[in-house]
């Protein structure tokens, strides 16, 4: 079945550390997103790539890195710059960005997740 | 700035009845798409109906349906028959188009058996 996956699902970490979540898809899809998910809070874009080794910072990028060497994965890391890191994070995929009204639309497809606590 | 709002933290329907959600946005542009999606206890999201601004007709996708107003930036969600997989938060978002999507705070759900 395709889809995209994340890993792991809960992650723990300890102030000063580093750690990396996880994205894999096998949709072919071009375009991969990591989204940030705060109580009260919509979505908020962390980092956004089109295409393979290229990705372009969103609106709250500060504290975070990632990289985009295979298609199918976008892995992001949390770095101990980020000061508040507990948080649900999403990555999504779509097969390109949207072209507006003569580009169409490109559906985002989500994945289940990931759960990171700073203890 | 593009903004969106959700007005309501919570909202309640029994079952079987019908409720509306509210969402507002903020745009200069005339060409953008607007989506409601769904996040269920799993917080997988789910895209449950999406809507062009350029075409005039509302959306509908089985029991969900929208009342779009343009002119207002009014976007609201209508789901009859509510059933209790319904339970859910509930996000409105706005998409430019290119690599941006908006997303409202979100209204969660809860369906009475």
């Known amino acids: 079945d395709g889809g995209i996956t994340q890993s792991p699902k809960y992650l723990f970490r300890k102030e000063g550390q580093n750690v990396t979540l996880s994205c894999e898809q096998n949709l072919n899809h071009d375009a991969m997103y990591w989204y940030r998910q705060d109580p009260g809070q919509g979505l908020r874009l962390i980092y956004y790539?089109?295409?393979?080794?290229?990705?372009q910072k969103g609106d709250i990028a500060e504290g975070y890195s990632v990289s985009r060497e295979k298609k199918e994965s976008f892995p992001l890391t949390v770095t101990s710059a980020q000061k508040n890191p507990t948080a649900f994070y999403l990555c999504a995929s779509s097969m390109g960005t949207s072209g507006g009204l003569y580009g169409g639309y490109n559906e985002q497809f989500f994945g289940p997740g990931t759960r990171l606590t700073v203890l | 700035a593009q903004t969106v709002t959700q007005s309501q933290p919570e909202m309640s329907v029994q079952e079987a009845e019908t409720v509306t959600l509210s969402c507002t946005y903020d745009?200069?542009?005339?060409?953008?798409?607007l989506f409601w999606y769904k996040q269920p206890p799993s917080r997988q999201m789910i895209l449950v109906i999406r809507?062009?601004?350029?075409?005039?007709q509302n959306a509908t996708e089985n029991r969900f349906s929208v009342n779009f107003q343009k002119a207002a930036k009014s976007f609201s969600l209508k789901i009859s028959d509510s059933q209790l997989g319904d339970a859910a938060m509930y996000f409105c978002?706005?998409?430019?188009?290119?690599?941006?999507?908006?997303f409202g705070a979100g209204t969660r759900l809860f369906v009475k058996a």
């Open positions: 978002a706005y998409h430019p188009g290119g690599f941006k999507t908006i």
């Open positions: 790539s089109q295409i393979v080794n290229d990705f």
């Open positions: 809507q062009e601004a350029y075409k005039q």
């Open positions: 745009t200069s542009e005339s060409d953008y798409y």
